[in-house]
């Protein structure tokens, strides 16, 4: 048995804590792009949109209208591309695509008019993110200005709004904290320019992601735009005690003793030095199970962490269980959640909690929990 267990309470909790902190006039829009960093987008972008969010964000056209067709109807903005021929679809669908160079403008903008409807948009601007957006920093500032004003006067186009992004908002250090009011600055002085060129303002202007949230109060603006915190991990997570919704399990299949000098698992790296207790877990790396954490990482038993002992497998992995009798066949490890930190394993792995909440592999069932009860389960294999 392994299981995803999805906490809706506590998401409520996180978007209620945030909601709090961003106050009356801020806006709220929820990134749930990439199945919602692994929880599911269906159900997440649907608590939200109960619990009222303004905006969801997607990277694709496919994220988004797998949205639509799953009864949500709330505002989303695809972050990424959209190819000049989905369009239509994209007015079809009602959906914000982001604008994020003059190229992409022209291409909207004819297909728009082709389709005889309006795109509605947000500009991209990149103030020192180095992806998406149209550049703006320094010599760039007038071509930057000047593109944006172009994509906004464009037939079939109706610029909503405008957003940055930020690329060390969640890093320590003075150096970062400068960089990242250099690029807040710059975003409020092509939002000014732009707009007192166009002689209108837009109605939502964006920045702060995760980092921006937590650390960056004035660069709220209209709307903020966490995925990170309101899924709750990270160290900003704990500090405004958010938590964390996913909790990702296994229970011990099988149980040995074996006697020291014992080689456990392929290559034989580990090798008991007495009498150990082993237990197997169906949990391997085509589950989501980075191998680098072999021989490192550990489970969290009722009698504490189990370590991993020997190189992690496809399909299972081995736990050494020696001293911890009431660990029995049957009985549920956790692999991360809220007895075993994700954040500590993502340091392990050397990597962020993103990639190990969006790395659990679609053969592990996801069941969605509210009130302590299963209210849904879902496995995405093919049926
Ligand atoms: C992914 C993403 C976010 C959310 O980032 P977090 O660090 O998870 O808060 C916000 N804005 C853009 C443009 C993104 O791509």
């Avoid at 109960?50 to 799953?70: C, F």
């Avoid at 004035?218 to 915190?229: F, I, K, Q, Y």
């Avoid at 990270?234 to 011990?252: I, N, S, W």
């Amino acid at each position: 048995m392994k299981v995803i267990e999805i906490d809706l309470d506590t998401l409520a909790h996180n978007y209620s804590a945030l909601k709090k902190r961003i106050g009356e006039n801020v806006k709220f829009l929820g990134v749930v792009k990439a199945d919602a960093y692994g929880h599911g987008s269906v159900q997440i972008s649907r608590l939200l949109q109960d619990l009222g969010a303004d905006y969801l964000a997607v990277s694709s056209i496919d994220e988004a209208i797998e949205l639509r067709k799953n009864d949500i109807t709330m505002p989303i903005l695809i972050l990424g591309h959209t190819p000049r021929e989905q369009v239509s679809r994209l007015i079809e669908y009602n959906i914000t695509q982001a604008v994020t160079c003059k190229a992409k403008a022209l291409e909207y903008s004819e297909e728009a008019v082709k389709a005889n409807g309006t795109l509605k948009i947000h500009i991209k601007v990149d103030t020192g993110m180095s992806r998406l957006g149209y550049l703006c920093d320094n010599d760039f500032f007038e071509n930057g200005v000047d593109g944006i004003c172009h994509g906004c006067s464009l037939p079939g186009l109706y610029a909503e709004g405008i957003f940055t992004h930020f690329a060390v908002s969640d890093e320590a250090g003075d150096q970062n904290a400068e960089y990242t009011k250099h690029q807040f600055k710059l975003f409020c002085d092509v939002i000014n320019e732009v707009e007192n060129k166009l002689g209108h303002k837009f109605e939502i202007k964006h920045c702060a992601n995760t980092g921006a949230v937590a650390k960056y109060p004035e660069t709220w603006l209209d709307m903020v735009r966490p995925g990170l915190l309101l899924y709750g991990y990270g160290e900003f997570a704990d500090e405004l005690g958010l938590k964390p919704v996913m909790t990702l399990k296994t229970t011990v299949s099988t149980i040995k003793i074996y006697p020291a000098g014992t080689a456990i698992s392929y290559g034989g790296i580990f090798k008991t030095t007495d009498t150990t207790r082993i237990g197997v877990v169906p949990y391997g790396y085509a589950d989501g199970f980075f191998r680098c954490l072999s021989n490192k990482y550990s489970l969290m038993t009722k009698e504490g962490p189990a370590c991993i002992r020997g190189k992690i497998c496809m399909d299972m992995c081995m736990i050494d269980l020696t001293g911890k009798p009431s660990v029995d066949v049957g009985s549920e490890v956790e692999i991360f959640g809220k007895k075993n930190s994700i954040n500590k394993m993502a340091q392990m792995a050397q990597t962020i909690p993103y990639e190990l909440t969006c790395a659990v592999s679609k053969r592990v069932p996801r069941f969605y929990i509210k009130d302590n009860k299963i209210v849904e389960k879902e496995l995405l294999l093919r049926g």
